[in-house]
């Protein structure tokens, strides 16, 4: 590791001076990104950034959990450069939103194909040498195929029942078992990025809370906290506090929802239609602090803009301990009905290697028995004063992924 080992290490959520990024040629470039993922380390972002004699900077962001640092390193290219994806699966994805918005083509890429279906950030440079104007249809693409007599395809979406967003979904399979499933999204992309640029301004706020509507809170906070050290300022104590009271309370709405959704999909209709009502319960709560039910306009730069008085926090425990209970026994019920872990159990089973491999995060890294929390490895906030202990499962399959929902949902409420 020694190109890697000689990046400087930087706190993380510390600004960094885009001057002060060691900039590296191609293949040093390259090597360090493949040594930090060879020692454990995971790709925090890896994005383009355009230069001004038109070529586009690569810039690589690792993490370090052990040490709660980052490392950062960039490199310039023209139009192509070797990819990273063979060495480095977890870069799979990053690449190809890199070819996507700015035309760069990482070559021996496995499968090098449109995210989000726009056109090139930079006109006359498209990594499909498509024309400039061309009309991009979503999911309009290439996708995996398993082939044999027996073997056959379902197609699903773009429109789905529920509140799901428009997905199109391609399952290869063999009778009732699925080999494979590839999702397709795009379809609501809004360009929310590059229409930040320029700000911060009126729009700015309203557009962060709304670029997913059940992380509102979660996607402010980030926001914030960005702004926050750049501007060398830091929040009250009192609105620290808050803040993480609303993100542990959009966990619980969204795990909750989570249950539901789940327990829908196998056919268990108790569970599904009192997790809906219950998430309904914990986004209340969320209302009674700040009167919006998804906590927009509660977070802001250098603080909050509501106090929660005695009486309303005494009301808010209360409700709590009561939603609570409900989804105790909502996905008790889940737990002990046959029919459900005969569905759950060895289902879409992902190994602790290829969780590692692939740079997982969240519930999906949890549930393979992957020990990572942001909250305890790079805690920010009010999080460097609390203890929440970190929820893992060993199995990777569906129950793990639905079971670490549950034990979150109990220590969040804690």
């Known amino acids: 590791m020694a190109i890697a080992q000689a990046l400087p290490r930087l706190p993380y959520a510390d600004p960094i001076c885009l001057a002060d990024i060691p900039l590296l040629d191609v293949e040093d470039w390259r090597r360090a990104v493949v040594e930090q993922s060879d020692a454990g380390y995971r790709i925090t972002a890896l994005f383009g950034q355009p230069r001004d004699d038109g070529r586009v900077g690569l810039v690589a962001i690792f993490s370090q959990a052990d040490t709660s ?44 194909k449109p995210i989000r279906f726009h056109a090139s950030y930079r006109p006359g440079h498209d990594a499909w040498s498509r024309a400039v104007g061309d009309t991009i249809l979503p999911s309009v693409t290439d996708f995996y195929r398993v082939e044999g007599a027996e073997v056959h ?18 399952f290869q399979c063999h009778g009732e078992h699925v080999f494979h499933l590839e999702i397709s999204l795009g379809y609501q992309h809004r360009g929310i ?24 809170v979660g996607h402010m906070l980030a926001y914030a906290q960005a702004v926050e050290a750049l501007a060398g300022c830091e929040p009250p104590l009192r609105a620290q506090v808050l803040r993480a009271v609303a993100l542990e309370l959009e966990r619980l709405a969204n795990h909750t929802g989570d249950l539901g959704a789940l327990a829908n999909d196998v056919g268990f209709l108790p569970t599904a239609s009192y997790c809906g009502r219950l998430r309904g319960d914990f986004l209340n709560a969320t209302a009674l602090i700040c009167g919006n039910r998804f906590g927009r306009c509660l977070v802001r730069p250098g603080g909050v803009l509501w106090d929660v008085e005695p009486a309303r926090a005494e009301q808010l425990i209360a ?23 005969a569905r759950f159990e060895d289902t879409g089973t992902v190994s602790q290697k290829d969780a590692l491999a692939l740079g997982l995060v969240g519930v999906a890294a949890r549930a393979c028995g992957i020990d990572r929390d942001v909250r305890r490895d790079y805690p920010t906030g009010f999080f460097r004063f609390s203890f929440i202990p970190v929820s893992t499962w060993h199995t ?9 929902r549950w034990l979150e949902i109990q220590r969040s409420g804690q």
């Open 319 to 341: 409700r709590l301990k009561a939603a609570l209970k409900d989804v105790a026994g909502a996905a008790g019920a889940l737990w002990d009905a046959p029919t459900v872990q």
């Open 193 to 216: 990025e590059r229409a930040l640029r320029g700000g911060p301004d009126k729009r700015t706020i309203p557009r962060i809370e709304a670029t997913a509507g059940d992380t509102s």
């Open 69 to 112: 640092t980052i490392t950062v390193v960039t490199t310039d290219v023209a139009d192509r450069y070797p990819a990273l994806t063979p060495d480095c699966p977890q870069a799979h994805w990053f690449e190809r939103e890199i070819a996507e918005q700015w035309g760069i083509v990482p070559e021996g890429h496995p499968w090098l």
């Open 153 to 170: 395809e379902v197609a699903v979406g773009p429109v789905h029942a529920g509140v799901i967003e428009p997905g199109h979904f391609r």
């Open 396 to 404: 990777g399959d569906v129950f793990a992924r639905a079971y670490v």
